[in-house]
């Protein structure tokens, strides 16, 4: 049989690993040696491989001499083969199969979706625990073909493949735990349910870039589709609607959520999102990648009752009386203006002579001389300035530098100001 033209997977090893493109080091997997055959081999000797094998963007499209494979692999656990150009997957299966401690394998972005993946070929995938297939256009039928042969598949990755729908594979896989669907044009709910039927063992469903627009379920239909679910992240899809979030309450082990970019939040502030989000999901430990401390799980719940205390009865969600019974009801915070003040009213002492004036605080104390010149009739050079604060226990503070501001002070309505002449 011809084998397809264009770059092996064993020349492209061989030029990337050897000594003098990537020298001998101590280690697992490095410096394998393999004896010279009878008949003679076109390679090195000796490669240096480690365990894990990076050959993205390489050009590869087909797998070269298994023997030569098998040699050199035997140690390999983790194997990136992404961007390239395999196009038939009897050519992976002849990389694969002579890859025997294979456990992480990342076929993304090779045009795969040109063949069929049989069962036979689909077998040396047998010990693969993690499966990237990122924007390979995989079928829905490929992928049953490789969950029915993969026992212990623990996660999968199949983002950018284009999928409107979900196929449900005529077997669950029991054993997956991470789901990556992002980026795939999944709208409807009835898509996603078939996610938990097909893996009922899923820990966490990672969603974000898809526009699912509602979650149209009932709450124990959830709780029995998703029973081990963890953390569900749903960035930028199309929830719209609060009556959504609640219902990830249904999910039994839920403790983390994503929610960023939904159209539901876009009119919320930055601090009413996270607070809404928390107080209607009191299960969860993690937000948007942020840990959701005890104090700000009260602070979060309290502000959701005073945000809708003033909610007509029929726009109120059930949660609020839930915090209600938890809590009380309320007294709204009052408004306290934290601004720094702009003026005080003060006594202006000098001599016998006392006059009430509004002071800037925001000018300096040679600003402040240049005002009282005309008050006083002395000349800015020639005048010393005392502060008393009407509640200090120590007397008067001499304003003796001309740069410093007066709300430095602390000056309020009703201090004094002490104006003398210099001692000549």
């Not at 019974?325 to 000098?350: C, I, N």
């Amino acid at each position: 049989m011809d084998q397809p033209s264009g770059r092996s997977f064993m020349q492209v090893l061989c030029e990337k690993y050897s000594p003098e493109n990537f020298p001998y080091r101590r280690g697992p997997g490095m410096g394998v040696h393999v004896p010279a055959t009878p008949q003679g081999s076109p390679m090195k000797d000796r490669l240096n491989l480690p365990s894990v094998l990076v050959l993205n963007s390489c050009g590869i499209t087909c797998a070269g001499d298994e023997n030569e494979i098998a040699a050199f692999c035997a140690h390999v656990s983790e194997l990136d083969l992404s961007d390239n150009k395999l196009e038939d997957w009897h050519e992976v299966n002849k990389i694969v199969s002579n890859v025997p401690h294979l456990e992480f394998l990342n076929l993304s972005s090779n045009p795969l979706s040109l063949s069929v993946l049989e069962r036979r070929c689909a077998g040396s995938f047998a010990g693969v625990r993690k499966l990237v297939l990122n924007n390979s256009k995989t079928s829905w039928e490929t992928v049953h073909t490789i969950l029915q042969e993969l026992p212990d598949l623990e996660e999968l990755f199949l983002c950018l493949n284009d999928y409107e729908t979900v196929s449900c594979s005529p077997v669950c896989c029991q054993s997956l735990k991470l789901l990556h669907i992002t980026d795939n044009n999944l709208q409807d709910w009835t898509e996603i349910r078939k996610l938990g039927i097909m893996f009922p063992s899923l820990d966490t469903l990672i969603l974000a870039n898809n526009n699912l627009t509602t979650i149209e379920e009932s709450e124990d239909s959830l709780a029995r589709l998703f029973p081990n679910l963890r953390s569900i992240n749903l960035h930028k899809s199309g929830l719209h609607c609060w009556e959504d979030i609640d219902k990830l309450n249904s999910f039994p082990k839920l403790e983390e959520v994503k929610l960023l970019g939904i159209p539901l939040l876009q009119s919320y502030t930055t601090e009413e999102r996270r607070k809404l989000l928390i107080a209607r999901l009191p299960s969860i430990i993690k937000l948007n990648g942020s840990i959701v401390a005890d104090g700000e799980r009260e602070d979060s719940e309290r502000f959701f009752i005073r945000y809708y205390m003033e909610f007509p009865e029929e726009a109120v969600p059930f949660r609020y009386h839930e915090l209600v019974t938890k809590y009380g009801k309320l007294e709204p915070l009052a408004v306290v203006d934290l601004r720094p003040q702009s003026s005080a009213k003060v006594e202006v002492h000098f001599q016998d002579k006392v006059e009430e004036m509004s002071i800037r605080l925001d000018q300096t104390v040679a600003e402040l001389k240049k005002h009282l010149k005309t008050v006083v009739q002395l000349s800015t050079s020639n005048m010393l300035l005392f502060y008393l604060d009407q509640e200090a226990p120590f007397g008067p503070e001499e304003m003796k530098y001309s740069s410093r501001a007066l709300h430095s002070f602390g000056i309020r309505d009703g201090d004094k100001i002490y104006v003398e002449p210099r001692m000549k």
